[in-house]
């Protein structure tokens, strides 16, 4: 009896932590978008990368308020945000940091590392694709594993650490594509679009006038940490994983359906992002569980940079969004 009601005492304490981190988050989303007009989607995918603890690559061509989501997200989160422009010449130390040679007055040379604008929470990597390849395996390594080497030290990054890379979708002369390994490593591949005509006005007359439009901070780095904790301890129902289990699968090569489509797909951290994803997005609407519609909402910002599509599939005209939400069918 005494462990039912311990149980029930934890399940009181995540109700009760979820309905006031949910509060908080509302009131953060509410902030951006009073800064960021036209982008509901994606300012929500942002949020949910960020409190399922990953990166998002933004993708959308130049104007669309990209790089200010990134600043406006660091001011409302609270957060140390910092903001790279790769270019083709940009070496890893540029952005890692590097080791000087100190003189003390006494003539006792020693060396101090300099720490570079990856040591960031919150991390703008601006057309992160026109970084060399080395470059982004520095970037690789800061993503996955939340700390640098350099000189064979290891550097810890502050917590919390999030890339929000940004891609131009038109531009393709010195670029350097990123390899899959990395591509694996953001959880959502997030599309930003042109704004609705009533979203522009909005813009056209908060943006040029005499006053701008601040944001305003709601929540900080220790209530960031908590929700994300919070969202790793949120229940999922069996019909949640399965469906889960099932699109992820469906989207592989050799399973029913997928071998005429697909060339390579999404191994098991892409199911892991989705589980996390779905959690995340139950959490920012004040629910306690996720659903299956969060499964399909959240399906294509999670796989589609997780796949590629076979050539007669290609020549067919087929694309991996059209492919997605094939599979979608089958679970929705």
Not at 49 to 72: N, Q
């Amino acid at each position: 009896m005494a462990s039912a009601d311990g149980v029930e005492k934890l399940e009181d304490a995540i109700v009760r932590s979820a309905e006031q981190v949910a509060g908080q988050i509302r009131a953060a989303k509410e902030a951006i978008s009073t800064v960021i007009f036209g982008q509901v989607r994606v300012i929500e995918n942002t949020l949910v990368t960020i409190l399922s603890g990953g990166h998002a690559l933004l993708i959308g061509v130049p104007g669309l308020a990209k790089t200010k989501l990134v600043e406006t997200l660091g001011i409302t989160l609270g957060l140390d945000a910092k903001r790279i422009q790769f270019t083709p010449d940009l070496m890893p130390s540029d952005i890692l940091g590097a080791e000087v040679l100190d003189e003390s007055n006494s003539g006792k040379r020693s060396f101090r590392f300099i720490s570079g604008p990856v040591f960031a929470q919150l991390l703008m990597a601006d057309e992160i694709n026109r970084a060399s390849p080395r470059t982004q395996s520095a970037l690789l390594q800061a993503m996955q594993e939340q700390h640098i080497t350099v000189a064979g030290a290891r550097h810890d990054l502050p917590k919390p650490f999030h890339v929000l890379a940004t891609q131009n979708p038109l531009e393709q002369e010195g670029t350097y594509p990123l390899p899959e390994a990395q591509l694996d490593r953001f959880l959502m591949e997030i599309d930003v679009d042109y704004p609705d005509r009533d979203a522009e006005r909005r813009i056209l007359f908060e943006t040029t006038g005499a006053e701008e439009t601040l944001a305003k901070a709601s929540m900080d780095a220790e209530t960031l940490i908590a929700a994300q904790r919070l969202v790793r301890r949120l229940p999922v129902g069996d019909s949640v994983v399965e469906a889960i289990l099932s699109l992820v699968r469906a989207a592989r090569p050799n399973e029913d359906g997928g071998d005429k489509l697909i060339a390579w797909g999404p191994g098991p951290r892409a199911s892991q992002s989705l589980m996390l994803a779905v959690r995340a997005r139950a959490l920012l609407d004040g629910r306690l569980a996720p659903s299956i519609d969060d499964v399909l909402d959240l399906a294509e910002p999670v796989l589609k940079h997780r796949m590629a599509l076979t050539f007669s599939a290609r020549a067919e005209g087929r694309t991996i969004p059209d492919v997605i939400r094939q599979l979608k069918t089958r679970i929705g």
